[in-house]
């Protein structure tokens, strides 16, 4: 498993991997408020399929069956937004994404990290194929993910007239 980190959280750390999966992480954030994360949790499903959809066309995954799981803190990896699960045999994976309601951001910034986190996590599975065999490599591997996924949704971003993903 492997953690998205970011300066002065966490850092790198390694654990064990089962299945092939990886999750993420990000810093704390400042406090949400209320009706904001209410509205937020309202429509953050239909967000992340509809991105899910678009990715999953993008990465050339279409022939995967891939779920996005609404998740609370309690049910990832301590100090993880996200988590992948895949069976390469059978072409299906679950993505597990903080769910809405627990960001402590204004509702478009916790969008965009939910995203980058769904992202995050199907760069993985687009590198699943590779071989992997020593910490040092993974540690590589995440950092490539990393940077592809940061750069794939920086260009999205910069191609997509506001007000319509």
Wanted: negative net charge.
């Amino acid at each position: 498993m492997f953690r998205r980190s970011f300066p002065g959280f966490f850092g790198l750390s390694f654990l064990p991997v089962f299945f092939l999966s990886f999750a993420g992480t990000a810093p704390a954030q400042s406090p949400t408020p209320a009706a904001s994360a209410s509205v937020c949790a309202v429509s953050s499903d239909e967000f992340l399929n509809a991105r899910l959809a678009v990715w999953r066309q993008r990465l050339k995954l279409d022939d995967w069956k891939i779920s996005i799981v609404p998740s609370h803190p309690d049910d990832l990896k301590p100090g993880t937004l996200g988590h992948i699960h895949w069976d390469a045999e059978k072409k299906a994976a679950s993505i597990r994404v903080l769910d809405a309601s627990d960001y402590r951001m204004a509702c478009p910034d916790a969008f965009n990290d939910m995203e980058l986190t769904v992202v995050h996590e199907l760069v993985h599975l687009v590198l699943s194929s590779l071989s992997r065999s020593v910490e040092a490599d993974r540690g590589a591997e995440e950092h490539t993910v990393n940077q592809i996924s940061k750069v794939l949704l920086e260009l999205d971003r910069q191609n997509t007239p506001p007000g319509t993903r």
